[in-house]
């Protein structure tokens, strides 16, 4: 099959890797509820967490990922905490959630620090003055290391969903079989 | 004050621009009171975290760990607030 179109290479980053600290940070968490400030840290009471960041809600691709993620369901098998991030503000998120049916806390971070701090900026062509973060998924154990980690080199790019489950088979305890 | 620490004994819910939780915010910065925000929705119906809380889906809205008051209505909240940590009478 001859697809004519263009995947764009992004350039190499120094973003987090397994056995490196997971960079603290603190943002709105956006529930179907309301929302507050919340630390990354504050969300490994327990379990490890999977920090997803994706394309600002209403792009494609944030709507595949999220379907993807629901329908794989790992919070069902697994002990861990999944959140989402984008830079769409709260509103965004409020309105995403109810429509796409995600049971996920997403954070916001519309100024892109935290896509910053983990070297995962994708500078968005067409869209001056707009940045997001690259596609990434962080599996960031309890005592905030980083377990697994994959960040697209390309865009678009949807995470190696596949290569993630098996990630979190082996990082993650399975849940106790129901009754 | 710091606000959205997470261990605050007092949850504000409250909704963005809104002057009436401006005016317990004033008065918890006034009382040097630490807090946390809960931001809600403007669409009232989309409330029920409120609702399930204070019996109303109305803003702003305080639960008070302190004391175990949950408590909704600006003039009410102040006045409790002017009680319970301002030594009013």
């Known amino acids: 099959m001859d697809l004519d179109f263009d995947i764009v290479d992004l350039p190499a980053t120094d973003h987090p890797t397994e056995g490196d600290d997971a960079p603290e940070f603190t943002r709105p968490l956006v529930t179907d509820e309301y929302w ?3 630390s990354l840290s504050s969300l490994l009471d327990g379990e490890p967490l999977l920090l997803v960041c994706y394309p600002m809600d209403g792009a494609f691709p944030a709507t595949y990922i999220w379907n993807e993620l629901r329908d794989r369901d790992f919070e069902d098998t697994y002990q861990l905490t999944i959140a989402g991030l984008s830079i769409s503000t709260p509103y965004e998120h409020t309105t995403f959630i109810e429509e796409r049916g995600i049971d996920t806390p997403l954070f916001s971070d519309p100024a892109n620090g935290v896509a910053e701090q983990y070297d995962i900026v994708n500078d968005l062509d067409g ?10 998924v962080f599996l960031i154990d309890t005592d905030q290391t980083v377990r697994y980690a994959w960040v697209a080199d390309e865009w678009p790019a949807f995470p190696p969903y596949d290569e993630l489950e098996d990630a979190l088979a ?10 | 004050m710091s606000d959205s620490d997470d261990t605050a004994p007092i949850t504000l819910y409250r909704l963005q621009a809104c002057p009436f939780c401006e005016r317990v915010v004033r008065k918890l910065a006034d009382y040097d009171i630490d807090y946390t925000s809960r931001f809600v929705e403007p669409m009232h ?3 029920n975290a409120v609702k399930r809380l204070s019996g109303a889906r109305t803003v702003p809205a305080i639960v008070d760990d302190n004391t175990g008051v949950t408590m909704s209505e600006s003039g009410n909240i102040v006045e ?7 030594g009013a009478e």
Not at chain 1, 127 to 136: H, K, L, N, S, T
Not at chain 1, 172 to 179: A, D, H, R, T, V
């Open chain 1, 36 to 38: 507050e400030d919340v």
């Open chain 1, 127 to 136: 869209m001056a003055g707009v940045a997001e973060p690259r596609p990434a």
């Open chain 1, 170 to 179: 082996t990082h993650c305890e399975m849940k106790p079989l129901g009754p």
């Open chain 2, 45 to 47: 119906s989309d409330r």
């Open chain 2, 80 to 86: 409790y607030l002017d009680k319970t940590y301002g």
